[in-house]
């Protein structure tokens, strides 16, 4: 069982920046981890996400340029910084992953989930 525990998060204007990290307990073999967001209403949507292999990542279209995701596999540590944030970033950011090849864009594949952290940006 791959426990994950996230820190960052918090409340900044447009055009700000934060800081989302997760640590991860153990892995055991190749995996996923990657960050997912949710606001009320509206399905858990994948922001950016990288495999352990190679470090390959992926992001969606609307954080590319703005955000960057990074790993540390000697600590189990994923990283997200974001910067030029916007009103509409404002959701609860969810830390996942997932054992096997590739990064899928749907949050259902990911067996491993954070607690959440909520993100805010004020206009």
């Known amino acids: 069982q791959v426990q994950l525990v996230e820190y960052g998060g918090g409340s900044v204007q447009a055009g700000g920046s934060l800081r989302l990290s997760c640590v991860a307990s153990k892995f055991d073999g190749p995996y996923c981890m990657g960050w997912f967001r949710q606001t009320p209403g509206k399905e858990r949507e994948r922001v950016a996400s990288i495999y352990s292999g190679d470090g390959s990542p992926w992001y969606d279209d609307s954080m590319r340029g703005r955000f960057t995701i990074s790993h540390d596999n000697t600590k189990n540590t994923l990283h997200l910084q974001m910067n030029s944030l916007k009103p509409e970033d404002t959701a609860m950011y969810y830390c996942?992953?997932?054992?096997?090849?590739?990064?899928?864009?749907?949050?259902?594949?990911?067996?491993?989930w954070g607690q959440g952290t909520q993100v805010t940006v004020s206009s």
């Open positions: 996942a992953a997932r054992y096997g090849g590739g990064c899928p864009s749907q949050s259902g594949p990911y067996n491993y």
